[in-house]
């Protein structure tokens, strides 16, 4: 009988024990988990501090710190792969990047910086890959703001890669995207003139100008999609309202950018054929001149074209010249134009943007 | 009829009469008491060294603290726990194979105090060890409340073994397999089902509190030529030597320690808090068990230079500490030390041949496995080890290559293992694997002579012999036969296992024959400088 007492007193006792121990470490486990939880977020904003003003290999130890401490926190892991790809470790940052892209595929946040990374090694298409499945992957709350920021890097990875027609797509859904995000339209507006898309850029333009009509910036961009496009009249008209808006910004230069074009285009209806025919030339002195100041050992095309230009502008044709001739020499300052650009690429200097704007209006880039 | 069923049932219950069945249900009840237990331990010792010796605390405080916590704890242990210094693994040997099993409760709350203190004041030795210690402790006083026979709580020690390393180490299978290779010295023990099912409830409990992640972080590893197999055996071999420099210093400085004056045992634990302190100034990695540093190590974000100086600081402070007699174990320490000379080899050659050698962090955690395999010199259980603790395969192949070599040398320049030697140290001969293989049969026990008259010439003789061929009362016959004819002679004495001038009988070849059935017919032969019986 003292035996079973005994007995029964001991499994009583376990029982009391096992309660005992499993509420200590509850205890002690929550304890832990508070402590390192917030020693893994200070060395986190440390990491990230450290990362903002430059200090990468500094950072890294701080963010492998807050990585090490709460390893269930994606956005340590993540904070850690930018440090590694900053500081330049880019082998160590990919092994995370595939560590965390292996447990969370579908992560918007992990995508997208696994498209960073792939930026910062210059793999273009995988980033472009990444940046997709960024957009179109998992965000906690609301994905919109997160998913246009994502779009609007890979606006710029294209813009770089001057990749126009997957940059025009990613733009036409960035403007479905924003709603009446104004200033993300603005910015969209910009993006399409830069992708090359100047009425596009005129249309959201001239839809914000309606809504912000004391927006100086709206009026100028629109100025300069108009530009582009070859609508001098609108342009003016733009920049001047611009200009009347806010006397400091550059609407004034503009101005008289397009007054300058607008005195050489050749192409306007009911310009008299000497009015035309004066243009033109115009036109060919000024593309010979920027040949021949950029060709400093020309080649036998190139003089041979110098010297067709030099003849032309020597020739003096009395009377009224006819259409033909205009064209003939409107013609001639095409092909110069063409050897100008294949020779020495589309990078221009503020003095030839007269001559590049009335250029592109005869011949429009492909 | 109804009184006899509850009868039937209450003793299934409480165990009056324990069946296979009740002895699994009591394995299942002391994983969950020695997986509290151990998480409690670790978390406690965790929590404690990150108040007394924060990652960013001035360097006067990484001195002092060690000095504190082995005052505090040499002064407990020499005054209230004797039995709770060191490392745990030999002191529960001695309580499998001596004492029948017995761990009084008394030296399992001593070992988790003691330890508690030393290991959170920055003492460089490890949990490991002590948790198997409380945990075959705690399987022991469980066992012994529910009053099972002396052989039953001998059964349940390799139970409460395996339950605590699950726990620690957060590695379920090396855990019964240390228990069989290291503890019991046999893979095939009756205990088997026990120990696995004690391992996994111990192992759950830890996940229950603590969720699943494992012990280190390790990036994937990759083998990225064939030629690394030549580098990791180069690690084997410089590993190899490294394990036999940290047990060689270890064996030597306790014996130097353990000539000392007995009035000085409480302060002797000051010298390796004093010494760790002292490197702790410089390097505050040394301190403690560091595993947050093994897992930067094999992550391959610590400076080589660093990992190097580590890697031999680590090997002079952990013999260092645990000779002097703090608590604590050596299996963290051993990890640590083969993370350090792995991440040093890895960090050589990785430099010289980036192209063909992969990042140091994968020669860290092979290091760590032929450390522990020259340290501990379990081989088998650091290969399952190493794996489940990374949870990464690919890399048993070059774990085993390393881990052999490591082994082989080990045993060659220092034969005995560790414990058998700490455990020859305190005069205490634990059977050796050998021993225990040829264990069916008659015991010595059984045959020996007790005849007081007998054994006086030969107590006499022995006493001024150093060394001299023996046997053990629980030696089968057939090992004695072996030592016979390896000596050649034909009577052994039979000496006590905790000390061997105690002689408590003889054993002769005539009544080794008799025992076979065969009579004696040649006068026995004694072994030189003995008397005859």
Redesign the interface.
Known sequence: MM??V???R??I??VL??AG??S???M??R??ST?MRDSAAHAFQRGQELLARGKASDA??EL?RAH?LD?DNPEYALGLVTGLTESGKA??AD??M??ILDQRPNDGQANLTAARLMVKESKAAEAEAYYHRAIYGNWPGDPAAPTRAARLELVNLLLKENARQRLLAELISLEAESGDDENLRKRVAGLFLDAGSPARAAAVYRDLSERRPHDAAVFEGLGDAQLEQGQYRAAQTAFSRAAALDPNSDARARLSLVTEVAELDPTPRGLTSMDKYSRSRKLLSLARNDLADKSQTPDADVRQLLKAADDELSRNRPGNPSNEVSEAVLGLAERIWKTRLAAYGPKMTPEEEPLRLCMEKLQPPS | MPKKSRSGL?RWT???TPSDQALLVLSI?IG??VG??V??FI??T??LA?RMYPAESAAWRRLVVPVIGSLVSGYLLFRYFPNARGSGIPQTKFALFIRDGHISLRTVLGKFGCCSISLASGIALGREGPSVQIGAGIASV?GR???LSASNVKALVPVGCSAALAAAFNTPIAAVLFSLEEILGDFEAPVLGSVVLSSATSWMMLHL??GD?PLF?T??YKLVNPVEFLVYAILGIIGGFGSVAFVKLLLGLRLWFRALPKSTLWLQPVVGGLAVGIMGWFIPEVLGVGY?YV??IL???FPMKTVAILAVLKIIATPVCYSSGNAGGIFGPALFVGATIGGTVGGVAHAAFPAVTA?PGAYALVGMGAAFAGIVRTPMTSVIMIFEMTRDYTIIVPLMIANMISFFISQLLQPDPIYEALALQDGVHLPTAGSRAGSAGARVSEIMDRDEASLAGIRETISSHAEFPHAHPDHPVSLVLDRMRAEGVDTLPVVSRTDVYNVEGVVTLSRILASYGVPGKRAPQVPPGFSKP
């Open positions: 035996e079973r005994r007995q029964v001991t499994i006792i376990l024990v096992i121990l499993a200590l470490d509850q002690l486990a304890v832990e402590e890294v130890d492998s090490a390893r082998g160590e092994a995370l595939n560590e | 209450w409480v165990f009056a009840v969950v008491v509290l237990t998480v409690a978390l406690l965790g929590r990150a469980i409340r529910f009053g509190i603590l992640q972080h990036p994937a947050d897992d930067r992550g391959g974000d990042n």
